[in-house]
Every structure is written in C-alpha cells, then in structure tokens.
C-alpha cells in the first residue's frame, strides 16, 4: 500500500497517530500545526516529528500537497476554522477526515468548505483515549466514503467502524458517551476537593465501596482528577459541543455546560 497521509494539528492525538502510521510500509505522514510558527515551541515540534519519521511541513499548503488523506486533529472549537483554512488547498481526489469532538451540527458546518472543493468528508468520533492503543483505539466513522476510507485506514492497524454514511451519527455516539465521562470526571473533582477538605474521604470511599463493590473509587478518583487537570481545557470546548447537540435536540444543555466550566475552572485553577 501506498498512502500520503496529512495530519493538521499536532497535538497528543496528532503525534500518536503520525508517529505510529510512519512506520507502516509505504505509508509517508506529513504534519503541520499553528504552534510550528511559534517562536519558543514550533523548533522542539519540528525536531520531534523529524525523529519519529514524519515531515513538519511549512505550511497548511504545503502539509496538504499530494495527500491522499487529510486529517484534522485540532480542538473542538478549532475545528470549523481549521476546515476553512484547509479548504482551498484541497481537491477532488483527496479526503478529508475530521475527527475532532464536535456536534453533529458542527460537523455539517466543517463539511460544508471540504465538498465545496469536491473533496470528500469523513468523520470519526474517537471513542476512547488515545495514548495507551494507539491507532487501535476504537473509532466510529460517517460519511458516504467512510466504508472504503475507514477499510484503507483499517489496512494499517487502526480500528475504524463505520456506521452511518451521513454526517452526525457517529457524533452524536460519541459527545452522549462524553456526558458521562466527563461527568464523572467532573464528579471527582469535586468529591476529591470536598471529602478531602471535610476530612471524610475514608468514609465516603467505604461507603461508595459498600454500594459499587465491583468499582475502584479511589483510583477512579485519582485518575480522573489527573485527566482533567491535564486535558480539562481541551474536554471543556468538547463539552460546550456536547451543551449544543442537547440543545439542537430540543432538550436541556445546562448539565454538560456546567461539566464544562468544571472542567475548565479546575485545569485553569491548577496552572494558577
């Protein structure tokens, strides 16, 4: 197999992903993120995609030039801007993948720029963490070319599933899933910063243990407190995306929004 692959955003999922399809046979991996620009940490970028393989690429023209694939791995409230800046050095023979946690109305709006070029959309909607399996981590995908992107990709060891060839199914599975997570993540913060001020979290835990014996809580607890701290900016935008599906679907938001601004306030408290 032969297959140029451009990755716009260089982040956690980004480099994973990049280093990882590299080192497939035939397989050549572009990359190209905003923070290549900057000053201070575009060098340290540019050195660590060198060393696993992949191309830095000078520009969002450049990163795009001959791929076969472009995948966007920014933000979710990155992700339209992302689309719109990409859109004009796409083409009709090309394929454009957004995999960004956004609303299944927001993929409409990312989508709308690709078809303008002919090219062709996909989404997929990542649905675990990225850092422990990879490119196997599980993926949903949709779209009318999802089937036969998703079987290209799956050829290199990923572990795509297509499940609708219209935009928002695969979304909407995986913001639903987010309201939970998060909110348990969100939970934990809490939980952990009272029960620990209160000086109960002994018996607060024996008690959780009593009801979910099946549970870890005080790992669960800790594990999560450290996912948001690290990435709570990050799931914040996701969970606004989440707010918004609620809304569109005539239902009430204010839950994952609230999830969000926890998530947020605490990252942001935490680098303070």
Not at 140 to 150: D, F, T, V
Request: aromatic content about 4%; proline content about 4%; charged content about 25%.
């Amino acid at each position: 197999m032969s297959l140029k692959i451009a990755f716009i955003g260089y982040g956690e999922v980004g480099q994973v992903f990049s280093r990882q399809l590299a080192a497939k046979p035939g397989v050549r991996i572009t990359v190209y993120d905003i923070l290549f620009d900057n000053p201070r940490k575009g060098s340290e970028l540019r050195q660590r995609a060198s060393e696993t393989g992949v191309r830095a690429a000078n520009s969002v023209a450049d990163a795009c030039r001959g791929a076969d694939i472009v995948i966007s791995a920014v933000t979710a409230d990155s992700a339209v801007s992302a689309a719109e800046q990409v859109a004009p050095s796409l083409h009709a023979s090309q394929a454009y993948i957004d995999l960004n946690s956004v609303s299944p109305a927001t993929k409409e709006r990312v989508a709308e720029p690709v078809r303008g070029r002919g090219a062709d959309f996909i989404e997929f909607a990542v649905m675990a963490p990225v850092k422990e399996p990879g490119i196997e981590v599980p993926i949903l995908s949709g779209g009318e070319k999802a089937e036969e992107i998703s079987g290209r990709l799956n050829g290199l060891g990923m572990k795509i599933t297509p499940v609708s060839t219209g935009i928002g199914t695969a979304s909407a599975t995986k913001l639903c899933r987010s309201i939970v997570i998060k909110g348990m993540e969100a939970l934990m913060v809490d939980f952990t910063l009272a029960s620990e001020k209160a000086g109960v979290m002994p018996a607060v835990l024996a008690s959780l243990k009593a009801s979910y014996p099946g549970m870890d809580w005080e790992n669960i607890a800790r594990v999560m407190m450290s996912r948001v701290r690290q990435h709570g900016v990050r799931r914040a935008a996701e969970m606004r995306e989440a707010s918004r599906m609620i809304d569109e679907l005539g239902l009430d938001g204010s839950l994952a929004s609230a999830i969000a601004d926890r998530h947020e306030r605490f990252a942001k408290a935490d680098k303070i």
